[in-house]
């Protein structure tokens, strides 16, 4: 059976573009069928201080993969690409990859948490997610993305990537 997973890359480190085109072709490879994607969106760093900025982007793929299994495979993509995870909280970093939502699916285990737990309070992740699916509802909250958006009181500037190449 085929699942709905929405993925949210993002990078702050090195040449940050070509770490989520990285992402976006490997998810294509190893998870399932790319169906839509935002644009690339720049934003201010959340929860830490970095002089970097990071560009981000949503992914919507089919998959016949179980969340586990999704897991694992951004784990290998982000280590492949330089991604160092830290104890410490959030740090700069080549590629993130968060699951935000995986159909309706609502999980919480030790090592996954569905949907992502602060996705309604990241303007980073909202606006891209508007983008490709203002609609979807949020199954804890019952709240399309737009509204979640609307009532997001995150107030990072988050604008969208000019790439000049």
Known sequence: MKSAVYLLTGSNLGDRKPYLDNAKHSLCRFAGELLKESSVYESEPWGFVSENAFLNQVLLYETVLKPHEILH?????????????????????SLDIDILFYDSLILN?????????????????????????PDFKHPVFKLNIRDLLEKCEDTGKVEMFRDNN
Do not use: C, Q, W
């Open 109 to 133: 285990s030790a090592d996954l948490t569905i949907p992502h737990p602060m996705l309604h309070k990241r303007r980073f992740t909202l606006l891209p997610l508007a983008e490709i699916a």
């Open 73 to 93: 495979i951004i784990k290998v993509i982000e280590a492949e690409n330089g991604r160092i995870h830290t104890k410490n909280g959030y740090s700069s970093r």
